[in-house]
């Protein structure tokens, strides 16, 4: 199965993103009446930056970026155990709700939501201020649910707490019609802030090694191809995995925030040419910026039981899986080797035990990441996001 199967089709959805981008440039001179300029360069990042136009272009100028997410789908996923536990309680007196934590799954779902938001504000260095929570539903009834709803509220706080900014507001409108019954639409977005000297610009370097830091499953990208395979099996999310643990708990797991991990990493003085938030595109992302580079992996991370289980059942090729899942890393710092060490030891410090993959290379015109643990080759005509 390949990811464009199950309907989210990549070549489909970004062209309308690419012509957003061109569109939206011709807006950007009413910034100077606000008193800002932007960093034009920061279009198509994950995440856009102004910088104060007051100031005299210093390495403490002051820069403000920020960033619209939105979850996916993946909340259906505790949804859907849910429902399935009903029927299986029904069919089995044993059996109830007891076994799906909902609190702690939708807490986790909401710290996946925010996940969305910073990890992107991360790649550039920007740290979050203000986090705005977007919570959409079908049917006021939606709310009746006090444990899911209360798991939301503390998983958001617990993400902010990490990251280090306020939960300042919010919206959630009842929207009947566009969003079905008995569904939720979860979206968010943060603007924070870093002097120009703490800005991770695009300074990709001939010879700089490439960094990944593990992800904690397949965090909030893939989750409809997920859905797809659980329909199709007997059990569906309570199918176990190699480990022993149903498939939905594999995929409920909360996406790991990088945020804290980048600012160490800055703090100690690891000098960081550029940062990719690995999620949709999967490996494809590591050649997210525009200067051809070739970018060669020697080494890939042992991916979590879940990728295993979705390859299996969703008879997906590894290239496939790489091309569109995170296969074990959420995200990319390219450093000069003589900053590897400091990032290494950061990793351990906060339990984030990163490897140190591969290297660049400048190869005048050439696009690509090679994978050569796995044999595949991924062509910059591949990744068009912008």
Same mark, same amino acid.
């Given at each position: 199965m390949k990811y464009?199967?199950?309907?989210?089709?990549?070549? @489909?959805?970004?062209?309308?993103k690419r012509a957003a981008q061109i569109a939206a440039r011709a807006t950007a001179g009413n910034l100077t009446g606000r008193g800002f300029v932007e960093l034009e360069w920061t279009r198509g990042e994950s995440v856009y930056v102004v910088k104060q136009r007051v100031t005299f272009n210093t390495q403490n100028d002051l820069c403000i970026g920020f960033v619209v997410e939105g979850l996916g789908t993946k909340n259906i996923v505790l949804d859907r155990m849910r429902l399935q536990a009903e029927i299986r309680a029904k069919a089995h007196a044993a059996l109830g709700m007891d076994e799906i934590d909902a609190f702690r799954y939708s807490a986790n779902i909401a710290i996946d939501n925010a996940a969305m938001v910073f990890n992107d504000m991360a790649t550039l260095g920007i740290r979050p201020?203000?986090?705005?929570?977007? @919570?959409?539903?079908?049917?006021?009834?939606?709310?009746?649910?006090?444990?899911?709803?209360?798991? @939301?509220?503390?998983?958001?706080?617990?993400?902010?707490?990490v990251v280090g900014c306020t939960w300042g507001c919010g919206e959630t409108p009842t929207l009947k019609g566009i969003v079905e019954k008995d569904a939720a639409e979860l979206s968010g977005s943060s603007w924070g802030m870093c002097t120009l000297n703490q800005l991770i610009c695009c300074n990709i370097a001939h010879g700089d090694r490439i960094i990944l830091i593990p992800s904690s499953g397949v965090h909030a990208n893939g989750l409809t191809m997920c859905r797809s395979i659980a329909d199709s099996l007997p059990k569906g999310y309570y199918t176990s995995m190699n480990d022993g643990r149903p498939f939905g708990d594999g995929l409920l797991q909360p996406t790991a925030l990088y945020g804290p991990m980048v600012e160490a990493c800055q703090n100690a003085g690891a000098e960081i040419h550029y940062a990719v938030n690995i999620t949709g595109h999967g490996w494809r992302k590591l050649m997210r910026a525009i200067e051809p580079f070739v970018y060669i992996i020697d080494k890939v991370p042992d991916p979590q039981p879940v990728f295993r289980f979705i390859q299996k059942h969703g008879k997906a090729s590894k290239r496939d899986m790489y091309a569109d899942f995170n296969m074990g890393a959420g995200f990319a710092l390219f450093v000069p080797p003589e900053s590897v060490p400091i990032v290494e030891e950061i990793g351990r410090v906060k339990k984030m035990p990163v490897l140190d993959a591969g290297y660049i290379e400048k190869r005048g015109d050439e696009k690509r990441v090679e994978i050569r643990p796995i044999k595949e080759v991924f062509e910059g005509k591949e990744l068009e996001v912008r």
């Amino acid at each position: 199965m390949k990811y464009e199967d199950t309907g989210v089709v990549y070549e @489909l959805m970004d062209p309308y993103k690419r012509a957003a981008q061109i569109a939206a440039r011709a807006t950007a001179g009413n910034l100077t009446g606000r008193g800002f300029v932007e960093l034009e360069w920061t279009r198509g990042e994950s995440v856009y930056v102004v910088k104060q136009r007051v100031t005299f272009n210093t390495q403490n100028d002051l820069c403000i970026g920020f960033v619209v997410e939105g979850l996916g789908t993946k909340n259906i996923v505790l949804d859907r155990m849910r429902l399935q536990a009903e029927i299986r309680a029904k069919a089995h007196a044993a059996l109830g709700m007891d076994e799906i934590d909902a609190f702690r799954y939708s807490a986790n779902i909401a710290i996946d939501n925010a996940a969305m938001v910073f990890n992107d504000m991360a790649t550039l260095g920007i740290r979050p201020v203000v986090f705005g929570q977007h @919570l959409a539903v079908g049917a006021s009834e939606w709310f009746q649910n006090q444990e899911r709803w209360n798991g @939301l509220i503390h998983g958001t706080v617990v993400a902010c707490n990490v990251v280090g900014c306020t939960w300042g507001c919010g919206e959630t409108p009842t929207l009947k019609g566009i969003v079905e019954k008995d569904a939720a639409e979860l979206s968010g977005s943060s603007w924070g802030m870093c002097t120009l000297n703490q800005l991770i610009c695009c300074n990709i370097a001939h010879g700089d090694r490439i960094i990944l830091i593990p992800s904690s499953g397949v965090h909030a990208n893939g989750l409809t191809m997920c859905r797809s395979i659980a329909d199709s099996l007997p059990k569906g999310y309570y199918t176990s995995m190699n480990d022993g643990r149903p498939f939905g708990d594999g995929l409920l797991q909360p996406t790991a925030l990088y945020g804290p991990m980048v600012e160490a990493c800055q703090n100690a003085g690891a000098e960081i040419h550029y940062a990719v938030n690995i999620t949709g595109h999967g490996w494809r992302k590591l050649m997210r910026a525009i200067e051809p580079f070739v970018y060669i992996i020697d080494k890939v991370p042992d991916p979590q039981p879940v990728f295993r289980f979705i390859q299996k059942h969703g008879k997906a090729s590894k290239r496939d899986m790489y091309a569109d899942f995170n296969m074990g890393a959420g995200f990319a710092l390219f450093v000069p080797p003589e900053s590897v060490p400091i990032v290494e030891e950061i990793g351990r410090v906060k339990k984030m035990p990163v490897l140190d993959a591969g290297y660049i290379e400048k190869r005048g015109d050439e696009k690509r990441v090679e994978i050569r643990p796995i044999k595949e080759v991924f062509e910059g005509k591949e990744l068009e996001v912008r």
